[in-house]
Structures are given as C-alpha cells and as structure tokens.
C-alpha cells in the first residue's frame, strides 16, 4: 500500500499512536512494538509510528493501519533520522510516511531539509514527515516541501519552552498561518483531553506516545503520585 496525499485524508481529526521502547528497556523488540501497535489499532489508533528499521518492518506485517518509521540515532542535536541514508533505509524498511528532523538545523551529511526531501521523493514512495521545533521550523519544512509537518521537536532544540503537556500555542500559531499541509501535534500529550486541545488547537491529527505505549513512565507517575 503506499499512501498517497488524497490518503492521507483518512487521518484527519484522528489519533496516531507512537510505539517505541528505548535503548536497553526491557521491551526494546521489534516483535514487541509490532503487538504493542497492534494493540494501539485496536483501541482505535488509525495510523502507528515506530523506531527503528526492524521495528518498521515487524509493524508493517503487524498492522494495516499507515506506519510513520523514524531511525533514531543519538540523543543530542539532529537524531531523528538525521541523514538521507537514514531516511531512505527507514522507507525501504516499509515505512508509508518517514518521519525526519525538520528543524533549520545543519544536518550531519550537509544536505539541506529540502535537498533531503526531494531525495526521499524521488527514490521512494513515503511521505515526509518534518519533526519540528518551532514556527519558523515548521514555515521552512514546507517550503522544503514536507508532506506533513509535527511539533514533535518543540521543547527539545531550545527554541520553545518544554511545557508540561501539549505545545498548544505553537500548533494554534502554526494551523492559523495555514500552510497547505496536514498539522500534526506531537509531543507530550499525557490526557485524552490534551488530546482533544490539541484537534481544537487546530491539530489535523494528534500523536500520542509515552503516556499509552511506555509503561515505565506511566508507573511513575502513578508511583510519584503515592509518595
Ligand atoms: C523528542 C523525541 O525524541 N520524540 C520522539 C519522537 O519520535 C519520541 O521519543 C516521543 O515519544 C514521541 O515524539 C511522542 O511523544 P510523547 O512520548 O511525548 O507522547
């Protein structure tokens, strides 16, 4: 299946579930995050996003649901598929949507965000989707020509406070300037009602990860919470 733009359409308003377990965590599998996606598709994710080339193709066969693959390497600056290689291998590895740092920042192999995208476009069928940190990240990611830009990044490259939950000024600031390409709010969303901000914020779809699909996390706030 390759999922076209018209496609995408299907995820309008939608919630997307993030599955990924972290270097040296117990459930660090890619049969683990295939099940663990699988479950999420059953709780009514329609579309999965997942780490890692074995993570994206174990999901691949898990689900029917669009997989957004994204290669992590590193923790610190550009990481989240970081170069054309990365990105390229992530959609060989079946990803519908390769989702890849879209922030102004250098990239490790010297090309542009654009030069990355119009690769990507021209040797594989996924979309792009531009992890953002900003506004002005997210203006530029378009003009490079992204499929569809995320606020995945804000809190993390310095430009945006880490708020608590949901960056909801940033996604209002960004869906008002209307950019032509699906908005998806990404990045601490922990309650079903910050889910719902974020949609009314202006969100086409919403993606929410730890607080569904990492266990070790949510424990802790529970655990926190007894203290
Ligand atoms: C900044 C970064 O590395 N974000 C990563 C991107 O894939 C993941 O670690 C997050 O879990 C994902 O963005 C979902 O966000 P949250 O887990 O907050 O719902």
């Not at 290689?85 to 879209?102: P, S």
């Not at 965000?113 to 989707?129: D, F, K, N, P, R």
Request: aromatic letters at 4%; hydrophobic letters at 45%.
């Amino acid at each position: 299946m390759i999922l076209t733009s018209e496609a995408l359409e299907s995820l309008r308003g939608q919630l997307i579930v993030s599955c990924q377990a972290y270097p040296g965590e117990p459930m660090r599998d890619p049969r683990t995050t295939g099940q663990v996606a699988a479950s999420a598709v059953i709780g009514g994710a329609a579309a999965v996003r997942v780490q890692g080339l074995s993570d994206v193709q174990h999901t691949r066969s898990a689900v029917e649901v669009p997989v957004i693959g994204l290669w992590k390497d590193g923790h610190d600056g550009v990481f989240i598929t970081p170069t054309l290689r990365h990105a390229l291998a992530v959609a060989n590895a079946g990803a519908h949507v390769v989702a890849i740092d879209g922030t102004r920042r250098r990239r490790p192999d010297g090309l542009t965000l654009a030069q990355t995208v119009a690769a990507i476009h021209a040797e594989s069928h996924a979309l792009v989707m531009a992890d953002c940190g900003s506004f002005d990240d997210a203006a530029a990611a378009v003009h490079a020509g992204a499929d569809l830009v995320g606020t995945t990044l804000s809190g993390y490259t310095g430009e945006r406070p880490k708020t608590s939950g949901p960056d909801l000024d940033l996604l209002g600031r960004i869906a008002a300037a209307d950019f032509g390409v699906p908005l998806i709010a990404e990045g601490r969303i922990h309650t079903p009602a910050q889910a719902r901000q974020a949609l009314d914020a202006g969100a086409f779809a919403v993606v929410v990860g730890t607080a569904i699909t990492h266990p070790a996390t949510i424990t802790g706030w529970f655990a926190e919470a007894l203290k």
